[in-house]
């Protein structure tokens, strides 16, 4: 099994690229068929879904837009315990059907005082798609619509994710050792 190295530690390969691009087809399928004749906006969270929001953006066959906000609640491997935003966003939601896209969902707590801020706006809907979620994480109750992958909470890297601002550019996903 492959092995990676990012700063100090080391990774083995937990999902390969191939099985991700898979299930990213399977999830483009899904939103294809439950926003046939609707416009969706896809919010993208950087730094992290970037690799997936593209990928599953790629393969969607809807008129749609995709614009992108920046929040952050991680430093090193741990989460910070505090959510802020870097980068707002510029489009108008009011009425909107939009999907926000993460790459991880695992306590829930960047959602969970992100989400408040969006229905202010007045979407006609929001859904949630995320690439990973670790159930045995999960803090704060936050309604996912696409998961791609459920995984144990163990930290990981690669497919966008990344360990003190490297590893985001393997196609795999890696599992701390």
Do not use: C, W
């Amino acid at each position: 099994m492959e092995t990676i190295r990012v700063h100090d530690k080391v990774f083995k390969e937990y999902l390969s690229a191939d099985l991700i691009q898979q299930r990213v087809s399977e999830l483009a399928a899904q939103i294809n068929t439950d926003y046939i004749n609707k416009r969706p906006l896809f919010l993208a969270i950087l730094n992290g879904s970037f690799m997936f929001a593209a990928d599953l953006f790629r393969q969607v066959s809807l008129d749609a837009e995709i614009s992108f906000i920046k929040i952050a609640s991680y430093k090193g491997t741990r989460s910070s315990g505090q959510v802020m935003t870097a980068i707002g966003m510029d489009q108008d939601l009011h009425g909107r059907e939009v999907i926000v896209v993460e790459d991880i969902v695992d306590t829930g707590k960047t959602l969970h005082h992100f989400l408040p801020s969006l229905r202010q706006q007045e979407p006609a809907s929001i859904r949630i798609a995320t690439f990973l979620h670790k159930p045995e994480a999960t803090n704060f109750s936050v309604p996912l619509d696409y998961v791609g992958f459920s995984i144990p909470n163990k930290f990981v890297v690669g497919y966008g994710l990344d360990y003190d601002g490297l590893g985001r550019n393997y196609g795999a996903l890696y599992q701390l050792v």
